[in-house]
T-cell receptor, first 113, second 109 residues
Framework: EADIYQTPRYLVIGTGKKITLECSQT?????MYWYQQDPGMELHLIHY???????EKGDLSSESTVSRIRTEHFPLTLESARPSHTSQYLC????????????FGPGTRLTVL | RKEVEQDPGPFNVPEGATVAFNCTYS??????FFWYRQDCRKEPKLLMS???SGNEDGRFTAQLNRASQYISLLIRDSKLSDSATYLC??????????FGQGTTLQVKP
């Protein structure tokens, strides 16, 4: 089993609230990622980080922001949640190398009412 | 056009059947290739990497055709536990993973 954790697993929240989705890994991986996945659809990369103090936006535009102050921790924040943010958010990490596996956390299923 | 294309299925097969999934990718500069498995409402997990020479892992065989930009996965002697969505994944020349929509397999008793 991969040592990558996400909390909360499920979140139902009202419009306009600020939320932070937590992701942490104990594998010492430099590379971390956030993906968004709607039911039956492909994963889309929304943020990634190649190390402490490094963050980049992914291929899918997102109103969320991320930070990477510690190697093991990569939280995602939405300042003002809206119904269009309803989705599953998956965090992943990997070590360098072309064929190194990306390990995924269990995901946070977010519903904004 | 999507960067990674898969037939979403579902593929409904009886136990013991052989089933093949195909995937095409658009970026000829893609570096490496994978099949991930995703169970319903769970996170994706690596099934196998796909090497240029083709590779096998038990009942699973993966092949890559760079000239045609095509990847395949063959599952022999299907088990009930093989029921899942199989994601074709391509690592781009920028190092990011691009996921296909997935092909759903249902193995029936």
């Amino acid at each position: 089993e991969a040592d990558i954790y996400q909390t909360p697993r499920y979140l139902v929240i009202g419009t306009g609230k600020k939320i932070t989705l937590e992701c942490s890994q104990t594998m010492g991986h430099d590379k971390m990622y956030w993906y968004q996945q709607d039911p039956g659809m492909e994963l889309h990369l929304i943020h990634y980080s190649y190390g402490v103090n490094s963050t980049e936006k992914g291929d899918l535009s997102s109103e969320s922001t991320v930070s990477r102050i510690r190697t093991e921790h990569f939280p995602l924040t939405l300042e003002s949640a809206r119904p269009s943010h309803t989705s599953q958010y998956l965090c992943a990490s990997s070590s360098p190398g072309d064929y190194n596996e990306q390990f995924f956390g269990p995901g946070t299923r977010l519903t904004v009412l | 056009r999507k960067e990674v294309e898969q037939d979403p299925g579902p593929f409904n097969v009886p136990e013991g059947a052989t089933v093949a999934f195909n995937c095409t990718y658009s970026n000829s500069a893609s570096q490496s290739f994978f099949w991930y498995r995703q169970d319903c409402r769970k996170e994706p997990k690596l099934l196998m990497s796909v090497y240029s020479s083709g590779n096998e892992d038990g009942r699973f065989t993966a092949q890559l055709n760079r000239a045609s930009q095509y990847i395949s996965l063959l599952i022999r002697d299907s088990k009930l536990s093989d029921s899942a969505t199989y994601l074709c994944v391509v690592k781009s020349n920028t190092g990011k993973l691009i996921f296909g929509q997935g092909t759903t397999l249902q193995v029936k008793p």
